[in-house]
Nanobody, 122 residues
């Protein structure tokens, strides 16, 4: 499956942004989806994940309450709504797809998008 992330940009602290990830090539509803991020000089970290049918969601403690992951299987798209953004949320955000399990572990994801830059100014 091919993944194309979009929607990143520059936002002030306290603001909101929604990033999207469009999938193509295979049946999107067969895949659990995740969002990860990587800031300069830091390891990639888990942000959020959602099960195939959207019934289960998981969040990193650092984004819980502020971020919401959702998906529209009819549109082959997964979203990450980010509210109350902080400068420490600045990173490249990547979407990923797993055929096996909904998980926080990046190694379990089979396909990755190219990333979209989110920059939060203070």
């Amino acid at each position: 499956v091919q993944l194309q992330a979009s929607g990143g940009g520059l936002v002030q602290a306290g603001g909101s942004l929604r990033v999207s990830c469009a999938a193509s090539g295979r049946t999107f509803s067969n895949y659990h989806m995740g969002w990860f991020r990587q800031a300069p000089g830091k390891e990639r970290e888990f942000v959020a994940a959602i099960s195939r049918d959207g019934g289960q969601t998981y969040y990193a403690d650092s984004v819980k309450v502020r971020f919401t992951i959702s998906r529209d299987n009819a549109k082959n798209t997964v979203y990450l709504q980010m509210n109350s953004l902080k400068p420490e949320d600045t990173a490249v955000y990547y979407c990923a797809a797993s055929s096996r399990v909904v998980t926080t572990e990046g190694i379990e994801y089979d396909y990755w998008g190219q990333g979209t830059q989110v920059t939060v100014s203070s």
